[in-house]
């Protein structure tokens, strides 16, 4: 994975700017996106009560994170019901392939910055 793998499905430059260009904060969110996403995923089941309050909960951390696709599959889940959890499971796992892309290449560059 490299930054080429990057699709776009998530806005790092909102995020870097939202966290004041911190990365350490930037990477301490995307580390929490990523583990939540463990959670939603279980959650986007048409058959169970809960996918509702998944996806409103997906939509706002996705907005957070500027992954501004998944927001919006999100929202037209919510109006659509759950014919529209397909677009939600898959910009959601754009997002994480973004995400993984976007980690990756941070631990390749801290290789090539020089320690103090």
């Given at each position: 994975?490299?930054?080429?793998?990057?699709?776009?499905?998530?806005?790092?430059?909102?995020?870097?700017?939202?966290?004041?260009?911190?990365?350490?904060?930037?990477?301490?969110?995307?580390?929490?996106?990523?583990?939540?996403?463990?959670?939603?995923?279980?959650?986007?089941?048409?058959?169970?009560?809960?996918?509702?309050?998944?996806?409103?909960?997906?939509?706002?951390?996705?907005?957070?994170?500027?992954?501004?696709?998944?927001?919006?599959a999100c929202e037209h889940?919510?109006?659509?019901?759950?014919?529209?959890?397909?677009?939600?499971?898959?910009?959601?796992?754009?997002?994480?392939?973004?995400?993984?892309?976007?980690?990756?290449?941070?631990?390749?560059?801290?290789?090539?910055?020089?320690?103090?």
């Amino acid at each position: 994975m490299a930054r080429r793998d990057i699709t776009g499905a998530v806005d790092f430059a909102y995020l870097k700017g939202f966290a004041a260009g911190d990365q350490q904060v930037v990477n301490e969110v995307l580390a929490l996106f990523r583990e939540q996403a463990d959670l939603w995923t279980g959650l986007l089941d048409p058959a169970g009560e809960g996918w509702r309050d998944a996806v409103h909960t997906i939509k706002g951390a996705a907005r957070g994170v500027g992954a501004g696709a998944l927001a919006a599959a999100c929202e037209h889940a919510e109006h659509s019901g759950p014919a529209g959890l397909d677009g939600v499971r898959d910009a959601l796992d754009a997002a994480l392939s973004d995400i993984a892309a976007y980690a990756h290449e941070q631990a390749l560059q801290s290789l090539k910055t020089p320690r103090a």
